[in-house]
DNA sequence: GTGAAAGCGCTAACAA
DNA sequence: TTGTTAGCGCTTTCAC
């Protein structure tokens, strides 16, 4: 790591390295002859500063972290392109750390914030947090911590968040209008906010509809893709089965289809299904899927713009709810 | 950032700062009594060493970049999990960067690694690089550099691969197999490595069975997937239109599926599809999608096991050539 | 077995 | 306008 440093370019230049490091960031007390040199010599040399000593020195890394789940996910993946878009505006470099679901992952990451790594924290927990304590702790630390998506009530920090009850609440009365009958709710697990606030939009509609939510009608899905699909199966083997399906998130959409295929039940004659779900392709499955789509990357940016007010000392919104797009397609009518 | 430093807890033990670190340590200078103190009260403060001390001193940051186009695309997400699988285990951060297939952009991250911010970088070229020079820039600053799927021929460095060129010829003699006389190939932009073996692979089965490549049947994909599809839709519209598609990228093959639901052309019937995908619906869609699919998680490994070799002064193999698996479904047949 | 001191590269008071 | 100096938190000689 033979590298250049400020004092290369001061010996370099017969000048002291204070002289250089004011001219790198143009301060008014340097010429601008002196300026002019201390740059060329830079650019010719490649110079490119340490970011650990200027880290170390200012006592922050001008990083920030984006906490998700997973990447393979659309919402996830464009929500990073919202949130990029406006950390690399304020030159802040976006560490993605992924906690594969895993509560102990996402406490074990946190952890490793307690030291200024990062200036500030996106996070959208994970589907087995059980509580906000770890992200609590990093906000004792004087951390900066935003919530995108799936967030905690237990914790005092601003949240961007979709309508999720309404939402849910409208995706189900579109399946009732559409003449179903019995509508099964797949979620993640129920202590996860937006799986929570979908089932109560969910479970609001049936009531309306003077319907009354069953909890064999409720499937709470966990990581295991194999393990859910199965459920699914089971769910609608059943003599009296779902006419309809709502499901909380994109990657239960798929075992649906699965589901279905294997079972022999059309879609949407047999099982009418939409699906929360920022897909690109929802209107190339066969049949093409309703979706309700969050705004993922708006999300994102917005999260982001609220971590940087906090971290710049300012006051930020304590909630942002942002509304979903309905979207109907083949497999809801 | 109230930080819990070694100086505090030196301060608390009355002890000196260079106990605490090496107690930290497990330095076998320290007694154990003393060792246990320490612990034990870093654990109770919840201490965490600066990163950007550790850093600075000891001139590097184990920290580990990965320079990939996008996230959205199975086989990146998966290639993560693989890389960051072995990263871990050897006390690595990852740090995931994204270049939006933009040239500009991979030569400005890889540019901010001019300065020890990483310790290596694994790397999965833009759709647009033009060359090489920039990685070889890296690596002059003795940085270690490992490729991985995307890789630039003019790089010398390690490089993990798929036998695309087999897999492609494969793929291609599928389809020939099942009677197709006119395949197109759908490719990324030809400066590519992926690209162009696999279209050398496909070119390769079509004269083998005394056909002849022609040019208009060779689309190059770009960025914009708007752009893409009418491309597909023109190629499809022609009257000696292709009734097969060998696609050599996951994010082609949903523009396929619409491009003939909008020319009401039914897969496989009209038009034979096989495409190189590592997405998990692959069997899901309608109908279900003939895929090559490559190692990711693996390869993401090797790629990460030959980036440690490096960085740990040793020798790594040049080249790692790894198997794609042929999965025949419906849309070939 | 423990401690003092130097220094990683940078920034910012303060001096000149 | 430029230079001197101290120090961010940590590791590592070297001395005791």
Redesign the interface.
Known sequence: ???VTIKALARELRLSVSTISKALRDSHEISDATKRRVLELAARL?Y??????S??RG???RNIAIVIP???D?FF??A??GI?SVTKEKGY?S??C?THEDYKDEQDIL??F????VDGVLISVSGTTESGAHIR?LMD???PVVLFDRVLPDVPAPKVVTDDAASARNATQLLLDHGCRRIAFLGLSPQLSISADRLAGYEAALRENHYQPKAKDILSCGAG?QQNLLAIKKLLRQKDRPDGIVAAVEKLA?LV??AC?ELSLRIPEDVKLICFSSL??A?????SLSTVTQPAFEMGAKAAGLLMKLMAGKRAEMEVVVSAELTERVSSG
Request: charged residues 15%.
């Open positions: 790591m033979r590298q490649n490119s500063p340490n970011p650990y000593a880290s170390l006592r922050k890394s997973e990447v393979a659309s993946s464009l990073i392109n990029t470099h560490i993605i992924l952890k490793a307690h030291n200024g790594r702790g630390q004087g951390v893709q798929p289809y699965q295929n690109e392709i209107g190339i499955l066969q049949p």
